[in-house]
């Protein structure tokens, strides 16, 4: 069992930045990869960014060279830093770990606008 809860959502202006966090508890040491999936309202949630237990990270296009996923020496808590921010990264972001199974946070909005 994992619980996932996220926090650092929130309102911010075109080209602004926010950090996402992930507080990870239960039986963290099962845990395979964590990631970041995002909703805009009318569509299917989508890959944001993802990080493998040794490291590795993938994201979408999208995003590339504006976030950044990180976790802590721990596997305890995944970030994604979101720079240079769009009104088309308007979502609720949720974080994602993955076991034998997904595990899913309740989702943190995230709105950019002017």
């Known amino acids: 069992q994992v619980q996932l809860v996220e926090s650092g959502g929130g309102l911010v202006q075109p080209g602004g930045s926010l950090r996402l966090s992930c507080a990870a508890s239960?039986?963290?040491?099962?845990?395979?990869?964590m990631g970041w999936y995002r909703q805009a309202p009318g569509k299917q949630r989508e890959l944001v960014a993802r990080?493998?237990?040794?490291?590795?990270?993938n994201y979408a296009d999208s995003v590339k060279g504006r976030f950044t996923i990180s976790r802590d020496n721990a596997k305890i808590t995944v970030y994604l830093q979101m720079n240079s921010l769009k009104p088309e990264d308007t979502a609720v972001y949720y974080c994602?770990?993955?076991?034998?199974?997904?595990?899913w946070g309740q989702g943190t909005q995230v709105t950019v606008s002017s």
């Open positions: 239960g039986n963290i040491f099962s845990i395979y990869t």
């Open positions: 994602n770990a993955y076991s034998t199974t997904d595990y």
């Open positions: 990080i493998t237990n040794d490291g590795r990270t």
